[in-house]
Nanobody, 115 residues
Framework: QVQLVESGGGLVQPGGSLRLSCVAS????????MGWYRHTPGKQRELVAA???????TYVDSVKGRFTVSRDNAKNTVYLQMNSLNPEDTAVYYC?????????WGQGTQVTVSS
């Protein structure tokens, strides 16, 4: 069973940037699409960005133009570059395939945007 480990979160001021990484213990190449999800207490987990094996990407409207998702299958790693962060981006960020096939979600990485 693949395990996922997210990192790169932290506290950042509005307008700042962060780069998240998700390292898988096994091959991610078998997952056609990999994605970043985020969860805020009281809300459902939301898929914010996804990247296919061919490199095509999709984003939720609220992050378009600010976030960039990418993957490196050789390193079994998925990245999320987040720019122009705002307080509404505050959440715990997780990665998984799209749709989620890895049964055990990682611990996630907390992103807090606050002045």
């Amino acid at each position: 069973q693949v395990q996922l480990v997210e990192s790169g979160g932290g506290l950042v001021q509005p307008g700042g940037s962060l780069r998240l990484s998700c390292v898988a213990s096994g091959s991610i190449a078998r997952f056609y699409r990999m994605g970043w999800y985020r969860h805020t207490p009281g809300k459902q987990r939301e898929l914010v960005a996804a990247v296919a094996n061919g490199g095509s990407t999709t984003y939720v409207d609220s992050v378009k133009g600010r976030f960039t998702v990418s993957r490196d299958n050789a390193k079994n790693t998925v990245y999320l570059q987040m720019n122009s962060l705002n307080p509404e981006d505050t959440a715990v960020y997780y990665c998984n395939s799209v749709p989620p096939e890895v049964r055990s979600w990682g611990q996630g990485t907390q992103v807090t945007v606050s002045s």
